[in-house]
């Protein structure tokens, strides 16, 4: 009996301690979602840190049922029995219920944590391609900008080119018309003189002309008579000489058909030469007659006196010392 009684006294003891167990495990189990959720829970470890061993000192507390008999002992003993299987059991229900919902809540921290992990990869990766889209349309804009800058500057020079050709072109231009218009000043500058010149050639031709149209001495009939006289007494003596020249030319050519001269002394030869120079001489004071009738002639029609080279007129002392004479001093020196 006192084995049964001790048997009975230990059995509630160890249900009691393993109620206190169980209910000191639940509310440690309990406090454990209080904690922050970290990517890398181990929800075990609380556990090992519950105080569940230090129960097991409150044993003593079974040695203060009062004793019984055995019957009620037995009956009592049943009772408790089923009561501590009924707390067992409910007990374990509870702890199956607690782990369950401890394992529902971890798996959910789990979950939680597994979804944070992954929208922080997301988040991270997000990032990251954001980052890399921003990047890459750094670089885009970076190079549109330096096409950009390239075309601008490619405009640029084209433009300068441009323009460096253009203000070619104009300048080829303006110095074109700037000769044309020179050519055409200098043509009118030539045009001007030409027409002085021919001006001043028609003014020298019809100088010329009322020149050799002249009659300087028209106004002195006086003096045109006197030279007529002088010419015609100049013309007669000219004549006479010409008859003289002529007679003895023919003389000397009837004394050598006469007389027989000796060729050998050459007196032949010099018969002939004297002859000719006498035919010559008469032909001369022929072509002065012409002369004299030539003069004669320009004091009829009043133009005698005139130079035959300047048409300038003749001085007196040279008309009056020389018969006739067409030409003037200075005109004649220089023929």
């Known amino acids: 009996m006192p084995s049964t009684v001790k048997a009975t006294k230990k059995a509630p003891a160890k249900k009691a301690a393993a109620k206190k167990t169980v209910v000191s495990r639940t509310p440690a189990k309990k406090a454990t979602p ?107 804009a970076a190079k549109e900008r330096e096409v950009q800058r390239k075309a601008r500057e490619k405009a640029a020079a084209e433009a300068k080119k441009q323009r460096e050709i253009d203000a070619k072109r104009k300048a080829i231009e303006a110095e074109k018309l700037r000769k044309l218009r020179e050519i055409e000043r200098r043509n009118q500058e030539e045009l001007k003189r030409q027409e002085r010149r021919e001006a001043e050639e028609r003014k020298r031709l019809e100088a010329l002309e009322r020149k050799m149209h002249s009659k300087p001495f028209a106004d002195e009939p006086e003096f045109l008579e006197e030279l007529r006289q002088l010419l015609l007494e100049t013309r007669s003596a000219t004549n006479d000489d010409i008859v003289v020249m002529e007679s003895e030319a023919d003389e000397m050519l009837v004394d050598r058909e006469r007389l027989e001269y000796d060729d050998e002394d050459g007196s032949s030869v010099a018969s002939d030469i004297q002859r000719d120079q006498k035919k010559d001489l008469a032909s001369l004071l022929r072509l002065k007659v012409d002369e004299i009738d030539v003069a004669l002639s320009r004091i009829d029609d009043g133009s005698y006196g005139r130079c035959d080279e300047c048409y300038e007129a003749i001085s007196k002392p040279r008309l009056l010392a020389q018969l006739p004479v067409f030409m003037c001093v200075s005109c004649r020196a220089s023929v």
């Open 34 to 140: 209080k904690r922050p959720v970290a990517p890398k829970v181990q929800p075990k470890k609380p556990a090992k840190k519950l105080p569940a061993k230090k129960a097991a000192p409150k044993k003593p507390l079974a040695k203060k049922a009062p004793a019984k008999p055995v019957k009620k002992t037995a009956v009592l003993n049943a009772a408790q029995k089923a009561a501590a299987a009924k707390k067992v059991a409910a007990a374990k229900a509870k702890a199956a219920s607690a782990a369950k919902l401890l394992k529902e809540r971890e798996a959910k921290a789990k979950a939680a944590a597994k979804e944070k992990a992954a929208a922080l990869k997301a988040k991270a990766a997000a990032a990251a391609k954001a980052k890399k889209e921003r990047d890459a349309r750094a670089k885009v």
